[in-house]
């Protein structure tokens, strides 16, 4: 959503098209600051006096990580700890939070964001509101199990959202987060064109959607990573990105 501190051609995230009119009655709230926040911070050599990235002044991109955890989650684990980048994780239930349950509570840990990505994956928009909710409960169920915290962002698969998505998703206390980078890492194991289509997309305040269970995805993160530093980035999760303000049950975020 806009912030209301930039000029217009500095932006940050919108909402689409559907709820822009909702956008405008969306009061500015207490800012979101995540565990993964103190790893993009400015510090001192023994680690004290940290400043909190602002991305109303900072260049900042947020990484997200759809359909996990899979077996390769760890190796991406390892990469983000290693450059101190903190990420989004959009986690699938079926066969993934509930088969690796000891990656949700690394990822919780090590101060990433954890948020829902439906139990089946199912297209919401060929669902009941019934149905929708039961693709959405058994992944918030699973997270705050492992983790003790419940997820406030989720991400409709394929991005397909409507009216009906959008009501439960309020009634559940969850903001829906599209993204502006893909690298359709699902068509290719090629990771330099992975690597090549995210470094041509990614702009300030960037949503960049990966799936780090196909094969060519980790290695162009490893790549991604310096590069986009070299360019001026700062690694931030979803949430910071969208702070000062709160992201708003119901409403679709995309930048």
């Known amino acids: ?13 919108l909402l689409t098209a559907v709820t822009v009119a909702a956008l405008t009655a ?24 940290v400043t909190p990235v602002d991305c109303r002044t900072a260049k ?16 991406l684990l390892d990469i ?7 990420a989004t994780f959009f986690l699938q239930g079926k066969g993934h939070t509930e088969t690796y349950p000891d990656t949700v509570r690394r990822m919780a840990e090590e101060g990433h964001e954890m948020a829902n990505h439906t139990w089946s994956h199912r297209n ?3 669902l009941t509101p019934d149905e929708i909710r039961a693709e959405i409960e058994p992944v918030q169920e699973d997270i705050k199990k492992v983790t003790g915290r419940t997820p406030n962002l989720m991400r409709p698969p394929g991005g397909a959202t409507n009216d009906d998505v959008s009501q439960v998703m309020k009634d559940l206390g969850l903001a829906q987060i599209l993204w ?16 090549k289509r995210v470094l041509d997309q990614t702009k300030r305040d960037g949503i960049i959607l990966l799936h780090e269970r196909y094969a060519g995805t980790i290695p162009a993160v490893a790549d991604v990573i310096p590069i986009l530093r070299a360019r ?17 049950a119901g409403k679709v975020y995309r930048p």
């Open 80 to 86: 983000l700890k290693q450059a101190t980048v903190p």
């Open 124 to 126: 919401l928009t060929e």
């Open 1 to 13: 959503m806009k912030r209301t501190t930039r000029t217009p051609k500095t932006s940050g995230l």
């Open 232 to 248: 001026g980035y700062t690694f931030v999760t979803v949430s910071e990105l969208l702070a000062p303000a709160q992201p708003e």
């Open 60 to 75: 900042c991109v947020a990484l997200t990580f759809d359909g996990g955890p899979s077996e390769p989650t760890p190796a």
């Open 26 to 49: 969306c009061s500015t709230l207490t800012g979101v600051t995540s565990p993964a926040a103190a790893r993009n911070h400015s510090a001192a050599p023994d680690g004290t006096a």
């Open 180 to 195: 502006s980078v893909t690298a359709k890492d699902y068509q290719t194991t090629d990771t330099a064109l992975v690597k």
